[in-house]
């Protein structure tokens, strides 16, 4: 069996005024449903918390945002950069995992 697309959103948990809230955990949440949905399990999303220890496996999104060219939500696709800051675009990474060549399962 092939190895999966990776979807990597990378988020921080936001401030309201009830303390925080982790929505961009909660949208990552959101796409690995929808994607799974229509590519199975030829795609894998993954989540990680920018300020985590995990990052220390991601240097290159670290130097990125310290260097103030990315934006949470950042989210790769198979390691390469589809968007930064604003929202996290289902439709978008669908269109880009389609142009990379991945089938909806029928």
Known sequence: MEQP????????????REGTVDAWRDT???????L???????????????FSPEMDRFPEVVALVAAGQGQVPLVFVEG???????????????????????KPQL
């Open 80 to 102: 390469e950069l589809l968007s930064s800051g604003g929202k996290v675009s289902v439709p978008d990474i669908r269109r880009r995992l389609e142009a990379i060549g991945l």
């Open 36 to 50: 799974g949905k229509r590519f199975g399990n030829r795609v894998a999303v993954e989540y990680y918390a920018l």
């Open 28 to 34: 990552a949440a959101f796409a690995r449903r929808a």
């Open 5 to 16: 697309v990776t979807v990597r959103i990378f988020g921080t948990l936001i401030a309201c």
